[in-house]
Nanobody, 125 residues
Framework: QVQLVESGGGLVQAGGSLRLSCAAS????????MGWFRQAPGKEREFVAA???????SYADSVKGRFTISRDGAKNTMYLQMNSLKPEDMAVYYC???????????????????WGQGTQVTVSS
């Protein structure tokens, strides 16, 4: 089993920045792709960014140029640097890990097996 714990969420003004972290523990050797998703009230969980085990990266169009995903294999930790935050970025952010071996960044929720509990990001206008 893999446990994922997000941190770094909070309240920020529009235009500000936050850095989310996702710490993994347990059977981390089975983790390959990792990703960030978010869910706003009344909406479905949506893809934000993903990084494959080989380092390939993909972003949702809505965050390209503002968010940066990265991964520290030695620390089993993934990050999401969020800059120029907008009110529409406000959501609960979840990290996820997949146990599928692929070079392709995974963007569908169904492709991930392990999920964190989420961290709230609030952006005030």
């Amino acid at each position: 089993q893999v446990q994922l714990v997000e941190s770094g969420g909070g309240l920020v003004q529009a235009g500000g920045s936050l850095r989310l972290s996702c710490a993994a523990s347990g059977r981390t050797f089975v983790m390959y792709g990792m990703g960030w998703f978010r869910q706003a009230p009344g909406k479905e969980r949506e893809f934000v960014a993903a990084i494959s085990w080989s380092g390939s990266i993909s972003y949702a169009d809505s965050v390209k140029g503002r968010f940066t995903i990265s991964r520290d294999g030695a620390k089993n930790t993934m990050y999401l640097q969020m800059n120029s935050l907008k009110p529409e970025d406000m959501a609960v952010y979840y990290c996820a890990a997949a146990d599928v071996v692929t070079n392709r960044p995974l963007s569908a929720t169904s492709e991930y097996r392990y999920w964190g509990q989420g961290t709230q990001v609030t952006v005030s206008s």
